[in-house]
């Protein structure tokens, strides 16, 4: 079975600062990981993934995430917050070796950053 | 615009009857998938189609649930006869062919259900 746990229900960062929301997993095989943002009245959006290769990735809108294969985790970081980053932020899991094309999200976290 | 689209988008039914919610995808993607999603909590996962193939069902789906994707393009979800519990965000996304695209899916806007 695949889980992902976001431990925080919400983070609050001041504009300007780094922020980072948290992501731990859980597989039986090697891990696909991916973040998602959901903002007000829309539809969850893609930002990026980890498959393979270097453990921290880049994706869209300044976001970035390192892969922690001993601590199982999938952080997400930006290292400048901006307000407009406000929104619901989900971690999901594949497991690679499952045969399976099902993500599991995570609860989500709601990330508010304070101008 | 090109994305996802979801119909109905809101949808207030009594206890006991069916409801149905239909899902057009983008155009080029093969994949995919409905998501139920409640209030404070991630999509839950509940089918995947590749093509016309339905090749995964939620273990957790009752069978008062049936999701169909005639000739691959777009999908329906039927509900019978509807309980309190299935009141619910639900939600369609799609995928491109895999190769270099897994688990990139584009998510529609959703149907919201309110069972009374």
């Known amino acids: 079975a695949q889980s992902v746990a976001q431990p925080e229900d919400q983070v609050n960062v001041a504009e300007g600062n780094p922020l980072t929301v948290k992501c731990t997993y859980s597989v039986s095989g090697n891990p696909y990981l991916f973040w998602y943002v959901q903002y007000p009245n829309r539809g969850l959006q893609f930002l990026l993934k980890?498959?393979?290769?270097?453990?921290l990735v880049k994706g869209s809108y300044g976001f970035e995430a390192e892969f922690n294969k001993s601590q199982t985790s999938f952080h997400l970081k930006k290292p400048s917050a901006l307000v407009s980053d406000s929104a619901l932020y989900f971690c999901a899991v594949r497991d690679s070796g499952a045969g399976s094309y099902q993500l599991t999200f995570g609860k989500g976290t709601k990330l508010s950053v304070i101008p | 615009d090109t994305g996802v689209s979801q119909d109905p988008r809101h949808k207030i039914t009594k206890r006991g009857q069916n409801v149905t919610f239909r899902c057009d995808p983008i155009s080029e993607h093969n994949r995919l998938y409905w998501y139920r999603q409640t209030l404070g909590q991630g999509p839950e996962f509940l089918t995947y189609f590749q093509n016309e193939a339905q090749l995964e069902k939620s273990r957790l789906l009752s069978d008062r649930f049936s999701a169909e994707r005639p000739k691959g393009s777009f999908s329906t979800l039927e509900i019978q006869r509807t309980e309190q519990g299935d009141s619910a965000m639900y939600l369609c996304?799609?995928?491109?062919?895999?190769?270099?695209?897994?688990?990139?899916?584009?998510f529609g806007e959703g149907s919201r259900l309110t069972v009374l």
């Open positions: 996304a799609s995928g491109p062919f895999e190769t270099g695209k897994i688990g990139e899916l584009f």
């Open positions: 980890y498959i393979t290769g270097d453990n």
